[in-house]
């Protein structure tokens, strides 16, 4: 379908057939390539906008005012009050970029983000039942620790794939440039944002799983007593020695002599972003408990998706913020 506009550059009105289709400037769009489709929009935006120098630098400085004022209300609030600023971002986490897709109609992501609604509402809803079952923490770890694998693997083949495009290896196997770098910046997408997600509830399950289990309490003192022969995590007996090769998972010792399932403590610490003891909240060594160079990032990672989860859950309301109060002074 045919378009023309009209734009005014240098103070000289330039017709391209908005309303004047009888006079030799008039251009038609369907006849132009996408590069001149955009040299005229950009033409056109910069006349709309011509003038409006000190209005723009009044939106500049709204915005940076607002972003200001934003990051001291929220470090305030998750300082005083971290419970409601954890609750309220996880739910903005969870809600916000499901707005986006849906209007963007972005179907495999939804399909996605409602499989892992699911399932974690169901672990979720497990681990805060009372009295909590003996399987539970078993379980809540196991699927959280899977999903933080699956969204790291996810996220690091994403960055290889988009740094690859931008060496243009992709074009040794005859993938278009823009096609390489949408698949590697989609799997980045599902990789960080899953990730971010299934560390608030794998933690937010922690906190619930230790209350009812009741190792410690609120002012530090263990208000059960903790057998060398049970984890304190998952309240499992302890099969396999500590200095004994387990078949299915080893048997770790803190440098507090309290000993744990590896496979539990290692979903406490790293899952559930938990760096103390489950019984006695001794400071984890992190660095001794990961020797492994190749584990090392994974802390590394869990300090990126903190990062992460103040872009995606509260730069949207900033900004949806900055937009309301443009509009409310009648600021384009």
């Known amino acids: 379908m ?6 005014e550059v240098d103070g000289v009105e330039h017709d391209h057939g908005l309303g004047h289709h009888d006079e030799p400037n008039q251009v038609d769009l369907s006849h132009l390539s996408p590069e001149e489709k955009w040299r005229l929009e950009h033409a056109r935006m910069h006349a709309k906008h011509k003038g409006h120098e000190s209005m723009h630098a009044e939106m500049v ?3 940076i005012v607002t972003l200001v004022i934003a990051q001291l209300v929220l470090v305030q609030w998750k300082q005083r009050h971290p419970k409601s600023y954890n609750l309220v971002t996880l739910f903005q986490m969870w809600v916000v970029p499901l707005y986006f ?3 963007l109609h972005w179907w495999r992501f939804l399909v996605t ?10 672990v979720t809803y497990r681990a805060t039942r009372k009295p909590l079952v003996c399987t539970t923490p078993r379980l809540v770890y196991k699927w959280f620790l899977l999903l933080y694998k699956i969204s790291y693997a996810t996220g690091i083949v994403g960055y290889t794939v988009v740094m690859f495009t931008l060496f243009g290896i992709n074009l040794i196997f005859r ?3 823009e096609d390489a770098m949408d698949f590697g910046v ?6 960080l944002y899953y990730g971010v997600l299934g560390r608030d509830f794998a933690e937010m399950c922690a906190d619930f799983m230790a209350s009812t289990v009741g190792y410690y309490s609120a002012s530090g003192m263990p208000t059960k007593h903790l057998s060398d022969s049970i984890c304190a995590v998952c309240g499992q007996p302890i099969l396999v020695d500590v200095s004994e090769e387990g078949i299915i998972e080893n048997t770790y010792r803190l440098s507090c002599n309290h000993v744990f399932h590896e496979f539990c403590i290692r ?9 103390i003891c489950p019984y006695c909240k001794e400071k984890v060594d992190l660095k001794r408990m990961f020797s492994n160079p190749w584990e090392r990032p994974h802390v590394m990672y869990g300090q990126l998706l903190d990062w992460l989860r103040y872009l995606v859950a509260w730069q949207p309301v900033i900004i ?3 937009q309301g109060i443009n509009y409310i002074l009648g600021l384009e």
Do not use: D, R
């Open 2 to 7: 045919a378009g023309v506009f009209e734009v």
């Open 186 to 191: 989609s799997l980045l997408f599902y990789g």
């Open 113 to 122: 983000w409602f499989i892992f609604s699911v399932v974690t509402a169901y």
């Open 101 to 103: 897709t849906t209007k």
């Open 175 to 177: 993938i278009k440039p």
């Open 320 to 322: 949806g913020l900055v």
């Open 267 to 275: 979903g406490w610490c790293i899952v559930g972003k938990k760096q």
């Open 61 to 63: 400085l709204i915005l």
